[in-house]
């Protein structure tokens, strides 16, 4: 059984594609020869589209651009124009600064979703992920259900009951889709002036919203990726690490692609004292973490928990946040300036901050940098659906545990309403079972078996200027409720049990209360712009 399912393509749309592409075969591919805003482009539409790259550029972009100039070119060869240059200053200098001015978009497609949290995790690069709300994943790809097929699992004795629970899942997972979408469509009025598009694209989204927990995290995805050269280093080099075989697997593909394009950026990373040895380094930490952790605490699970607990914040916060705020327009240094702020009455302070927040008419507006002044820590639980989400925010520190079934799952209140909770939990206990009985031989890969509803525990670390922007974002009304939920908690805690209340009410696009159709707006907004442009 192959991993991976290739693409096919006919000759003539071999010839050209392999001008942009640097393989036509493999999951994993860089882009080239392309202007940078059709990359864009090509990334955006692959976020919310079941189609691969490939597929979606020949399908979508290929008739509106003029190629007949790049007929030349083979991408699939590789290229080494200014190589020379890159060499002499990367090589024989050691100028790291040098491969952050180099950029590649690279797709990596049929990544599990464990897969994609590795990806994700580098702050210095720009992500896209295929989307479990616009795509029902009861699609297949090549006849099979999409979900990932690990070699060393597979050909195990557990391989036939791995592949055939799986295939279970999908196929619960595809009844409770229709089930709800039912449901939904049967409880919620149309709007007068929507169309049967929008309210079709809206209420299917909030049924794929209630029902994504049911998809194990096996569950298969695209990425696009665009970073510089010393970004893709570094996640190379911590992939190359990491006990996960496929994280391994996809971190030897991504390197040969890379090296079509920039590979003098790369040149260390298989080098036995230099990347060799860091991710040696890395492997030896992890392993040691792990022996003593075990040792120190065993497996004991903790109970009865807060979905979201505020763990650090400074109580002085604010006076230190409304003296930076003060700094670059004062010419004290910032110790005068806080001993006077802690004089001032809270009016006084408060009239600060307003002036330095000013009047945000849009969520995007947000103040300056004093407010990285100061950080809250939080420790979640929350299903991993909603952690997949908060965890590509990367302004700030998050830190993750194995994901287990021991932690419980959520069902939505929808699944009930919609008659689907003993499906759901029948899911549920499938995916139980299926972990336990893979996590003693694999004990890597038996998250693989682990349902999105099942809850995962991990801290994140911010400034109140990120804070901003992120429960801004994940409390809009088309946010998911999962995360919705988590948004609105810490925004609750930094206002009452660290006391911050300024810095709350400075997150003034706040949303508290979700309509009922969470992509409604997105979907009339979406609607009327097609209409203009027709």
Known sequence: MTVYVPEEFTDAESDILRRYFTNLDQPVFALVNLPEVVKGALFARY????????????????????????????????VDRAESLYEKVFVEYGDDSVAQLGGVHLACEQASNILTKILEWGRLMSYLEQSTRYIAYDERLGGRFRFYRDPDLVASKHGARYVGDMDRMFESYSKMAE????????????????????????????????????????SL????????????????????????????????????????????????????????????????????????????????????????SLVDFDPDGENKLVAAACYQYSHLPESQILAKVEKMTTAEKTAILNAY???????????????????????VLSDYGAFRDLQRHRLLTIEWQPLTPYHGYTR????????????????????SNLYEALVSEHPNQAAYAVSMAYRIRYNMQFNAREAMHMLELRSSPQGHPSYRRVALEMHRLIAEKAGHHAVANAMS??????????????????EARRNANS
Do not use: C
């Not at 979606?56 to 290929?62: A, M, P, R, T």
């Not at 996960?244 to 004292?273: C, G, H, N």
């Open 47 to 78: 976020s919310r589209s079941p189609r691969s790259l490939r597929r979606l550029f020949l399908d979508e972009f290929v008739n509106d651009l003029e190629i007949a100039g790049d007929q030349a070119v083979d991408a699939t060869i590789g």
């Open 179 to 218: 089930v709800v979408t039912d449901h939904v469509r049967a409880t919620v009025p149309k709007g007068p002036g929507d169309s049967d598009f929008v309210f079709r694209q809206a209420t299917r989204a909030k049924a794929l919203d209630a029902v994504r927990g049911a998809l194990p995290a096996a």
């Open 221 to 308: 995805s695209n990425v696009g990726i665009y970073g510089s050269g010393q970004a893709y280093e570094q996640l190379l080099l911590r992939m190359r690490a990491h006990p996960l075989p496929e994280a391994r697997l996809y971190a030897d593909m991504m390197l040969t692609e890379l090296r079509k394009v920039i590979p003098s950026f790369l040149r260390r990373v298989d080098i036995a004292d230099r990347g060799g040895k860091w991710s040696e380094y890395l492997n030896t930490n992890t392993n040691n973490m792990n022996s003593l952790v075990e040792e120190l605490f065993g497996s004991s699970i903790a109970n009865d928990v807060d979905e979201v």
């Open 357 to 379: 927040v000013g009047n945000r008419d849009n969520r995007r507006h947000r103040p300056g940098r004093a407010f990285e002044r100061i950080d809250y820590r939080f420790d």
């Open 412 to 431: 939505p209140d929808l699944v009930d309403a919609a008659g689907a909770a003993e499906m759901f939990d029948e899911v549920m206990d499938r995916s």
């Open 509 to 526: 696009h706040m949303t508290q209360e979700a309509p009922e159709l969470e992509r409604l707006e997105s979907e009339r907004r979406a």
